[in-house]
């Protein structure tokens, strides 16, 4: 798995949703069913699926909030009924794999990023971009946000 270190922008046009962190692998896909519903009303968009994720911060904290949508070029004029746009500089911690394997993905890439003595910053979203593969299997890219 090849890990990296650097900055990346997003902007986003997406649907906000919040529930219990244990309920987002059911929660965060039937959003994203709703979003790509309305893929016709978000003009500028790349095709790019995005997820931004409110980092757990301990065991504690139970309920989070998350943002599934669309990557677009430019900031809207208008952005469509009831989703949000959000803007996004930040340094992260990235790694990529199929889909299949996200979990080990995410403890490698912490994993890593504190060896090389990184802190994750819990104040920012992780992200998750998804992009389809030939085989029919989907690849995530994901950016832990670190300082």
Request: aromatic share 10%; charged share 20%; net charge negative.
């Amino acid at each position: 798995m090849d890990f990296q270190i650097g900055r990346k922008k997003f902007k986003v046009v997406g649907l906000k949703g919040r529930g219990y962190f244990e309920n987002h692998g059911v929660e965060v896909p039937a959003l994203a069913q709703q979003l790509l519903s309305r893929t016709h009303e978000i003009g500028n968009h790349l095709g790019i699926e995005i997820a931004l994720y409110e980092p757990k911060r301990d065991v504690g904290h139970r309920q989070g909030h998350y943002i599934v949508g669309l990557i677009v070029r430019d900031f809207l004029k208008t952005v469509p009924a009831g989703m949000e746009f959000i803007d996004i500089d930040q340094q992260y911690a990235t790694a990529r794999g199929k889909i299949s394997t996200i979990g080990s993905i995410h403890t490698n890439l912490i994993n890593w990023a504190n060896v090389q003595g990184y802190t994750r910053n819990l104040e920012s979203y992780i992200v998750e971009t998804y992009h389809p593969m030939d085989d029919g299997e989907e690849e995530v890219q994901i950016y832990l946000p670190v300082y």
